[in-house]
């Protein structure tokens, strides 16, 4: 048996949600150095040095008092450290949600946004609190914050306490479902006509892995892939020869997006409502 104290978990740390093994056609059991890879070894960045947990009760009250903050530039920063698509569905109001597209971008992103962090109050979130051991810990080995918090459980406990609280639209998960909701709100909008939609899909050009948002009309209109440049490569690859559709694929989506992004070092993100 392990003695390491996040080893010992409690019935709280289980997440239950609808779905059955219909969604879990890829399980696995393992053990893995790091669940979700940022790409930093625990034994350099230990998981010791992660950020003070909150209950869903104290996150909610801390984002309560920040939006109460209004337009203000604030001293607390409430930082999403999940991937963009998945932020881009639902999110904290008044989030800062990167435009990263792994969590072994994170790391970066930090290093090239520490004057963003200086100083502030971190409150950090994901999607089950996975993710937070680690990024708080890296946050937090830069040792530029006032203070970093992270919310234990992630989204997901949250969600279980204030289906209708400050978290906005629909929690991406990794399984055949994409997203589950708790509250009705459409925060995204179709790639082509800009209409309320959420629900992901992906490119229908072969070896393109992004997900496009497309709402039922467009896809009738034929915009199944995730960006013109995709849908016409789709529509050449029929002719295209074996050995033309195993290159890597390039698209607007992968070129039209740095790496790490780099945020503006005053983040002042109105309230919107
Ligand atoms: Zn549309
Ligand atoms: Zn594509
Ligand atoms: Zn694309």
């Given at each position: 048996m392990c003695s390491h104290p996040l080893f010992k978990m409690d019935k709280e740390d289980f997440k239950t949600s609808d779905g059955g093994a219909e969604c879990f056609t890829d399980l696995r059991i393992g053990v893995y150095k790091e669940i979700v890879p940022m790409g930093v070894?625990?034994?350099?960045?230990?998981?010791?040095?992660?950020?003070?947990?909150?209950?869903?009760?104290?996150?909610?009250?801390?984002v309560e008092a920040l939006l109460a903050e209004g337009d203000s530039c604030s001293d607390t920063i409430l930082l999403d450290c999940r991937n963009f698509y998945e932020s881009k569905i639902g999110q904290f109001t008044r989030c800062l949600a990167p435009d990263i597209r792994k969590f072994s971008y994170f790391p970066d992103?930090?290093?090239?946004?520490?004057?963003?962090?200086?100083?502030?109050?971190?409150?950090?979130?994901?999607?089950?609190?996975?993710?937070?051991?680690?990024?708080?810990?890296?946050?937090?080995?830069?040792?530029?914050?006032?203070?970093v918090y992270q919310l234990k459980g992630g989204i997901h406990k949250y969600l279980e306490q204030y289906p209708e609280?400050?978290?906005?639209?629909?929690?991406?998960?990794?399984?055949?479902?994409?997203?589950?909701?708790?509250?009705?709100?459409?925060?995204?909008?179709c790639r082509y006509c800009s209409c309320p939609w959420d629900k992901y899909e992906l490119c229908s050009t072969q070896f393109c892995?992004?997900?496009?948002?497309?709402?039922?009309?467009?896809?009738?209109?034929?915009?199944?892939?995730?960006?013109?440049?995709?849908?016409?490569?789709?529509?050449?690859?029929?002719?295209?020869?074996?050995a033309v559709l195993h290159h890597k694929e390039e698209c607007e989506c992968t070129c039209g997006r740095p790496r790490i992004p780099q945020d503006p070092q005053h983040i002042c993100v109105p309230y919107l409502e």
């Open positions: 070894d625990p034994d350099v960045i230990s998981y010791q040095l992660a950020g003070v947990h909150l209950e869903p009760e104290e996150f909610h009250k801390e992103y930090v290093d090239q946004n520490l004057e963003l962090f200086k100083d502030k109050k971190v409150l950090m979130y994901c999607t089950g609190g996975i993710r937070c051991e680690r990024g708080s810990a890296y946050l937090r080995s830069k040792d530029v914050c006032k203070e609280g400050f978290y906005r639209g629909k929690l991406f998960v990794f399984d055949e479902r994409y997203a589950i909701s708790s509250n009705s709100d459409v925060i995204s909008d892995c992004q997900l496009v948002l497309s709402c039922p009309s467009c896809r009738q209109n034929g915009h199944t892939a995730c960006c013109p440049t995709c849908q016409t490569k789709g529509q050449a690859k029929s002719e295209a020869s074996p």
